[in-house]
């Protein structure tokens, strides 16, 4: 009887053990899949539809914060993303390229342009950093619906302009 006692308690032990491990892999493979899902979700929030009809300005860092600097001649940089071109207005000029390609990898997204356009600007490339800002083509964007977020700095007249002309242009200001 002792061995048919030592044979049942291996058998349960045995099988608690099985019960235990499978218990495991499961929580293992299903930890996993919400994992991957996650890292899916991440990636399809960058993709290129997320970026269509969005605007994104140029951010100037300084030594303590990040602004958006309004130069007196020139408007800031800015980057459009439509749906089959991507618009840059540099500040003084502006250029449109033909989306040709879109590339997905890793949330990064890469836009190819048609080679045969007069710019040589041919791809704009958008990493996104935070809910706020991106990366393209290695400059630092803010997205226009958070611009409020950080500062707007206008340069000074003065640093353009002679001051008789900047008491002109202030004082057409007034009379509007």
Not at 44 to 49: A, G, I, S, Y
Not at 122 to 141: A, L, P, V
Request: with cysteine.
């Amino acid at each position: 009887m002792t061995l048919k006692f030592k044979h049942s308690f291996s058998i349960v032990t045995l099988t608690i053990i099985l019960f235990i491990s499978c218990k495991k892999s499961t929580l293992t493979i299903n930890q996993n899949k919400i994992q991957e899902a996650n890292t899916t979700k991440e990636v399809l929030q960058q993709q290129p539809e997320n970026i269509y009809n969005k605007t994104f300005f140029k951010v100037t860092k300084t030594d303590s914060i990040d602004i958006l600097y309004h130069f007196c001649s020139a408007s800031i940089n800015t980057i459009r993303v439509y749906k089959d071109s991507v618009f840059e207005d540099f500040g003084q000029e502006f250029y449109t390229m033909r989306v040709v390609k879109e590339n997905v990898n890793n949330g990064e997204v890469l836009f190819l342009g048609d080679t045969s356009q007069s710019n040589p600007l041919n791809r704009f490339h958008f990493i996104k950093k935070d809910k706020n800002y991106w990366n393209i083509n290695g400059n630092i964007y803010i997205d226009s619906l958070f611009a409020h977020t950080i500062p707007n700095i206008i340069q000074p007249c003065i640093e353009c302009w002679e001051k008789e002309d900047c008491d002109e242009m202030e004082k057409n200001k007034k009379n509007r």
